[in-house]
């Protein structure tokens, strides 16, 4: 009987000229909501910056992921504070009216507006598109002046790690005042937390810094609630919160 020897299969892959792809976080704000969503995609599962402690971002590390990861489109750069972004109303507005008639108003246009009945609610859309990666959370309150004009959140202040959309929030109106919201009307502030490490998000990717800038805030010091108010009231021209 005549026994032939099998040839030898390698099972070494080939070797591949082609260098490995990096994945470098971008150094510019998206321009379109397609470039947003692509970056997002890259890098929801991966954190672009591993060296940056977990804790509540300062603002230069906040600008860095939002060029990187774009959680936020559109994004201002203007309205960003030492710890914190200023985020402005825009979109679909559901309200009653002073009769208690449910109304709804889109605010789309420069001069679009509605009004906030006294002992009413409304439930207000932000402007932006959110698309949070898993490695960050964001919490948010109405900004002071709202607060000192006898105003009210009506919800829980956290947005959960993976979250994409827009947000719409219940505002009250504890006082007797109309207050008037247009297109563009900053009502909140955001605060970025970068969560716990996690294996399901650090990467092996090379530590990649970044250059952006901390902005520090101008804040006038030893102001007491009459001036808090009295700021609060002054573009509605109204006196009193009641």
């Known amino acids: 009987m005549c026994f032939r020897k099998r040839k030898a299969t390698s099972t070494t892959p080939p070797i591949s000229n082609t260098?490995?792809?990096?994945?470098?976080?971008?150094t510019n704000l998206a321009t379109?909501?397609?470039?947003?969503k692509t970056r997002f995609t890259a890098w929801k599962n991966k954190d672009p910056f591993p060296?940056?402690?977990?804790?509540?971002?300062?603002?230069?590390?906040?600008?860095?992921?939002?060029k990187a990861t774009s959680l936020i489109y559109p994004f201002n750069q203007e309205k960003l504070k030492g710890a914190s972004y200023d985020v402005t109303i825009e979109g679909k507005v559901v309200?009653?009216?002073?009769?208690?008639?449910?109304?709804?108003?889109?605010?789309?246009?420069?001069?679009?507006y509605f009004e906030l009945y006294p002992n009413a609610i409304a439930f207000v859309t932000l402007q932006p598109t959110f698309r949070i990666p898993y490695y960050l959370a964001?919490?948010?309150?109405?900004?002071?002046?709202?607060?000192?004009?006898?105003?009210?959140?009506?919800t829980g202040p956290l947005v959960d790690p993976g979250f994409v959309g827009r947000l719409s929030i219940p505002l009250h109106n504890l006082?007797?005042?109309?207050?008037?919201?247009?297109?563009?009307?900053?009502?909140?502030?955001?605060?970025?937390?970068?969560?716990s490490s996690n294996q399901a998000w650090n990467t092996s990717i090379n530590p990649v810094g970044?250059?952006?800038e901390y902005i520090r805030n101008d804040i006038d010091a030893d102001r007491d609630v009459s001036a808090y108010i009295a700021k609060a009231l002054k573009k509605d021209r109204l006196g009193s919160v009641i």
């Open 138 to 154: 964001l919490r948010f309150n109405l900004k002071i002046t709202h607060i000192y004009k006898g105003l009210l959140l009506g």
């Open 210 to 212: 970044h250059s952006e």
């Open 175 to 195: 006082t007797n005042n109309t207050y008037r919201f247009f297109k563009g009307d900053e009502l909140i502030t955001m605060e970025f937390t970068k969560m």
């Open 95 to 112: 309200y009653w009216d002073n009769e208690g008639k449910r109304q709804t108003v889109h605010l789309d246009k420069d001069g679009d």
């Open 51 to 66: 060296t940056i402690d977990s804790s509540l971002l300062n603002s230069a590390d906040i600008l860095a992921y939002v």
């Open 19 to 26: 260098a490995p792809t990096t994945l470098v976080p971008a």
């Open 32 to 36: 379109s909501d397609a470039e947003s």
